[in-house]
């Protein structure tokens, strides 16, 4: 255990870890091969569609998660804008949405001409409340996205059961969550759709990807018609005709998505056990909790390992903690996420007429307020991103010597005033410019 003594990194001290952590993504031989076979096949597309590697990741993907159908898309945020057409939502309809999530999962609701309309989450889980969708349900609600986030699931039973007493559509966007399970159910098959992201930071990837799982063979038709420019699916069974777009993946994406999915449960027992041995390790810290452990959760899914900075007083914030963990050599974010309505990436007046259209008052996002997504977004949560729990348990120890490091290194951070956390603390839109090298 590091001594309170030792100084900061942050204010000039050695830190806690010089190495690197593992890399992600991971790869192997067989997917430089699988790369090199779609080189030589000259058959590089997405069209014909589906096409052949793309058809063989959808089907075995959908069916490692429980779901009858899979539709591979060019990233998750088109997953979710398609998710919502093939299931109707249109124009001013409203969906709701968690307040704390990445901001995508509100503008996909935008994109498919519909009002996202925001819910606060559950203090233990971060995911969405199911008693705050209740009190938001309106007369134009039709559908509900719930996010399981970082490493928890939305408690999807009484989710499920709230939808069916009200009629509306469920859709899971899965995007951190590959291959995880609630109570033995499989992400993205409890919904009515469910949608993944295969970004360059998440558990399975192809730089940039996604895909819509299903068991409803209409929306699977519909689905592939938005895909491929509003052609009919192979089946063509409800022969819908829409017009469609070009959403395809490419088979060099498909290449590597089912070598990354030959290696999911791999690298999930791994970020599993040296997750448990974090919790075990920060249970013994003051002034940080853990998220408390999710009994329907069967099987873990850990994009992020999140935990909870609850210090005695509020003498040094969150964003500073998160600042001195850092410098600690220890990849970390406190503002991973915002509250979604106040964030600068969700300037959603006035470009979208859906928000006043039909309304005898515009949509106001000001006026918005879920007080736990606020309190998780700017004063508690503290996000390690997953490859942190790729390697051994010296890397674990590194993590909890660092955070406890720097909650004994308090009474100094106080001193040194809130202008470390300035990194932290800046607008979302602009930090690109500053972490040019972070893919998480
Ligand atoms: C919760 C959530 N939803 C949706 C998305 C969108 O996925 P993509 O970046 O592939 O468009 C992401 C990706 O960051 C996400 O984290």
């Not at 699931?153 to 995007?175: G, H, K, N, Q, S």
């Not at 999930?268 to 853990?290: D, F, H, K, M, W």
């Not at 970390?332 to 990436?345: I, K, N, Q, T």
């Not at 700017?378 to 051994?392: A, I, K, R």
Request: glycine residues 8%.
């Amino acid at each position: 255990m590091v001594g309170a003594m030792s100084a900061l990194a942050i204010l000039g001290g050695e830190p806690v870890r010089c190495r690197p952590f593992t890399l992600w993504p991971q790869f192997t031989e067989s997917d430089a091969r699988r790369l090199q076979s779609v080189l030589e096949s000259r058959n590089w597309g997405g069209y014909p569609f589906p096409n052949t590697l793309a058809d063989e990741f959808a089907r075995k993907f959908a069916s490692r998660h429980g779901a009858k159908y899979g539709c591979c898309v060019a990233n998750g945020t088109i997953a979710l804008v398609a998710a919502l057409q093939a299931s109707g939502v249109g124009f001013g309809d409203e969906v709701i949405v968690p307040a704390y999530t990445w901001e995508g999962t509100a503008a996909a609701v935008l994109f498919a001409g519909a009002v996202p309309v925001f819910a606060d989450i559950d203090p233990d889980t971060y995911c969405l409340d199911v008693n705050a969708v209740r009190e938001a349900i309106t007369p134009r609600t039709k559908a509900v996205i719930a996010v399981h986030l970082a490493m928890r699931f939305t408690e999807m039973d009484p989710l499920i059961d709230l939808a069916a007493e009200r009629d509306l559509i469920v859709i899971e966007d899965c995007a951190h969550a590959h291959g995880g399970e609630y109570k033995g159910r499989g992400a993205g098959s409890m919904g009515d759709l469910g949608c993944f992201s295969f970004q360059s930071s998440k558990l399975m990837t192809s730089g940039e990807g996604g895909i819509v799982t299903t068991s409803r063979l209409d929306y699977f038709e519909l689905l592939q018609s938005l895909t491929n420019c509003g052609r009919a699916s192979a089946t063509d069974q409800f022969r819908r005709r829409i017009v469609g777009c070009n959403y395809r993946i490419t088979e060099f994406q498909a290449a590597l998505l089912l070598g990354q999915l030959e290696q999911l449960d791999y690298w999930a027992e791994r970020r599993s056990r040296n997750a448990a041995l974090l919790t075990q390790a920060l249970c013994g810290i003051e002034g940080v909790r853990p998220l408390p452990p999710q009994p329907s959760l069967t099987r873990d899914t850990i994009y992020n390992y999140v935990f909870q900075y609850r210090p005695p007083d509020d003498r040094v914030h969150r964003d500073v903690f998160v600042a001195a963990l850092e410098a600690e050599g220890i990849p970390c974010d406190g503002r991973f996420y915002e509250a979604v309505y106040r964030s600068d990436l969700f300037p959603a007046q006035p470009d979208f007429p859906q928000l006043r259209i039909g309304r005898d008052e515009p949509v106001d996002y000001s006026r918005c307020y879920c007080p736990v997504a606020e309190r998780a977004a700017y004063h508690e949560s503290v996000w390690l991103p997953q490859f942190l729990l790729l390697g051994d348990e010296q890397d674990v120890e590194d993590i909890a010597r660092a955070v406890a490091k720097v909650v004994a290194g308090r009474d100094e951070l106080a001193a040194a005033g809130s202008g470390l956390a300035e990194l932290k603390s800046m607008s979302r839109a602009e930090r690109p410019k500053f972490e040019k090298h972070k893919n998480y």
